[in-house]
T-cell receptor, first 115, second 114 residues
């Protein structure tokens, strides 16, 4: 079946603008994660959803970052008043409800460039 | 908190050479350990995993053994191919809760020459 889909693949914006990044997880996967990968670094956790609710948002760097998953499937990461330091690849991952399986499947990411 | 440390890169090898990529971790509790790979132009893919001490994960000729006494999960392959050129990430997941978020190392770029 289809994997995790992220759109757009690239997003260029200006400092101070608002952006939305979309993630479409694997069908049936109830757990969804957002990570941010800066150049030369490994991905860093941002937020975790179980179903519709954000079960852990401890990785969000500040209140300009917000994510929703209203129907328990597609998720949108929203960033307000973007800064140049927010330029990174934003990754989405999903997995089944079974923690025992614990395999996260990643999308190709959205490369955000803030000019 | 949890952390993963990978050896510094990049690494360049000739085809058929032996590969070792070191990974050590710090964790509260008893984590699961993973190696993820990112091929050029593609997303992160799970390469192998291990969930308890002395477990060996293996896939595509790669192996890694969960060593609790040395808190390590080194990746090895006996004979690398040009197609193994990629970025390799070591990661851990804390199994104490339902979150299972991943903590990654910085990654290391492997280039294999023909």
């Amino acid at each position: 079946g289809a994997g995790v889909s992220q759109t757009p693949s690239n997003k260029v914006t200006e400092k101070g603008k608002y952006v939305e990044l979309r993630c479409d997880p694997i069908s049936g996967h109830t757990a969804l994660y957002w990570y941010r990968q800066s150049l030369g670094q490994g991905p860093e956790f941002l937020i975790y959803f179980q179903g519709t609710g954000a079960a852990d948002d401890s990785g969000l760097p500040n209140d300009r970052f917000f994510a929703v998953r209203p129907e328990g499937s597609v998720s949108t990461l929203k960033i307000q008043r973007t800064e140049r330091g927010y330029s990174a690849v934003y990754l989405c991952a999903s997995r089944t409800a079974s923690v025992a399986k614990n395999i996260q499947y990643f999308g190709a990411g959205t490369r955000l460039s803030v000019l | 908190g949890n952390s993963v440390t990978q050896m510094e890169g990049p690494v360049t090898l000739s085809e058929e050479a032996f590969l070792t990529i070191n990974c050590t971790y710090t964790a509260t509790g008893y984590p699961s350990l993973f190696w993820y790979v990112q091929y050029p132009g593609e997303g992160l893919q799970l390469l192998l995993k291990a969930t308890k001490a002395d477990d060996k994960g293996s896939n595509k000729g790669f192996e890694a053994t969960y060593r609790k006494e040395t808190t390590s999960f080194h990746l090895e392959k006996g004979s690398v191919q040009v197609s193994d050129s990629a970025v390799y990430f070591c990661a851990l997941s804390d199994r104490t809760g339902a979150n299972s978020k991943l903590t990654f190392g910085k990654g290391i770029t492997l280039s294999v020459r023909p």
